[in-house]
């Protein structure tokens, strides 16, 4: 991991040197790292072609950002490799760096737009809410239980003129209530089981 931060990142010098003379506005920025020139460069004609960078990003790069889609957040471009700063001038938002050469490797950057990161929080609220909504989901029965018996009883399917006798219409009432029965068995294991996953995932 040290070996691949070292890759993109500026390291400090043994002796701590002045801060400089200027300040550097932050850039937000994607990143694809690959082993070769060639890769390096059929990658970046894909970019160029159109092909989502994120994707790319999640099947070829070597950078532990890959997972993220390349997504570096807000950078400090002077905390950046010289190569890389260089790769960033005279970029415009929404454009690509050129092939730049790394120590361990071949980098090609994006400058994101405002309206992408945007997108990505837009996404990542989306994320956060599909998984506390998955969370908190949970059933409920009534106390009295007259609710899900009725439900059982207006989903059951019933046979022709069932109402017409006595043996039809109890036969017919315990069927619903064996659905009902079911029902609730298999919800009551599910919520069984998603506790007991719970508390395995938070020990």
């Avoid at 790769?87 to 415009?92: E, M, R, T, Y």
């Avoid at 609220?125 to 909504?133: D, G, L, T, V």
Wanted: hydrophobic share 40%; with cysteine.
């Amino acid at each position: 991991m040290a070996a691949l931060l070292s890759t993109i990142w500026t390291c400090a010098p043994a002796v701590a040197a002045p801060p400089p003379d200027r300040t550097a506005t932050p850039v937000s920025l994607r990143l694809i790292v690959v082993d070769s020139a060639e890769k390096a460069q059929r990658t970046l004609e894909l970019l160029k072609g159109g092909m989502d960078f994120a994707v790319l990003a999640k099947e070829t790069s070597t950078d532990p950002t890959s997972d993220d889609g390349g997504f570096m957040g807000d950078v400090d471009p002077t905390m950046l490799r010289t190569e890389l700063q260089e790769a960033l001038n005279g970029l415009i938002p929404g454009e690509l760096s050129s092939v730049t050469k790394l120590p361990r490797g071949f980098a090609i950057l994006k400058l994101l737009k405002p309206e992408e990161l945007i997108e990505l929080e837009i996404a990542k609220q989306a994320r956060e809410f599909a998984i506390n909504s998955r969370i908190n989901m949970r059933y409920s029965f009534g106390v009295d239980g007259l609710s899900d018996a009725e439900s059982a009883w207006n989903n059951l399917p019933k046979e022709e003129h069932w109402e017409q006798g006595l043996r039809r219409s109890c036969r017919t009432q315990r069927q619903s209530m064996v659905a009902l029965t079911e029902r609730q068995s298999r919800l009551l294991a599910e919520a069984q089981t998603s506790s007991v996953t719970e508390k395995t995932a938070y020990r």
